[in-house]
């Protein structure tokens, strides 16, 4: 099984570095000549952030599961070190323990038998703290190469806002708001990208995890937070609306049984607007909402 686990290590960092080339060598392309054609220079670079922010978050997601990964190694080695360390103190106080075992077997056969089984229980611990070690090993390199993997995307996407800077008027503006990434509105940190739905939720509630709107319910359960199929006010939201899915914050919910969220990049990029839904009425990723 962790076999498998570190070979879907390497495929989750084959996969975030086989579309990162394209993606750098379009946000390193130049500005298109034409003022004229501003508002569709805007709009293109608006899709190309939104494509590379959508590489961002899903191998920060990687990486984070990695992160995690790495500290279980970390704690199962550490917990058989002790194990081994226990017996072997054990042994050191209790010399005359092969001298017990000698005067207690009832034939050569039995102490024997007694001796290897000691023996056996010893190297059966030693391998499998070898493997926990070599695991632990594999997971560190494939935890490195996916944050080298996000630190190459993230770069392309400084590019891209470079490339907003060099365009005028409500380009310039934008290229201000794109600097502001990682910066966060409440008192905690928010390390998603400004002007999209999950940095305004993570504006509005804590949030840990790492991925898109549609890896939410996942990285919530790896955190430990609760889920349910039931709004409440301060739950976030998650939906199926969009490729990379979507998240809001429920701020009331009425008698009749709908809520209203406030949310950020629905009617525009890096615009908050306010909306009541009704069940049924949108798709939701189950379960449906994060407490």
Known sequence: ??????????????????????????????????PGGLPQTLTQVEQQLTNLNDHVERAGAALDTLNRRLAADVSREGA???????????????????????????????????????????DKQQAVLNQVTRLHQLDQQARDQAAAALSSIQSARDAASRMVQTLTGAGQQMALAVSGVGTAAGPWPNHFAFGFCTYYVATRRFVPWFG??????????????AEGSTPRVGAIMVTAEGPIGHVAYVEAVHPDGSWTVAEMNFVAWNVVDRRTIRPGQIPLISPGFVY
């Open 1 to 34: 099984m962790r076999t498998l686990c570190h070979r879907l290590s390497v495929l989750i960092v084959v996969a975030i570095l086989v579309p990162l080339a394209p993606v750098q060598a379009s946000a390193a392309s130049s500005t298109p000549a034409n």
């Open 80 to 122: 058989l070190r002790r194990q081994l360390q226990a017996i072997a103190r054990l042994q050191y106080e209790r010399p005359a323990l092969s001298l017990t075992l000698i005067l207690n077997a009832r034939s050569l056969s039995e102490l024997i038998s007694d001796l290897s089984q000691a023996r056996l229980v010893a």
């Open 212 to 225: 898109n709107a549609n890896q939410w319910i996942a990285g919530a359960r790896a955190y430990g937070f």
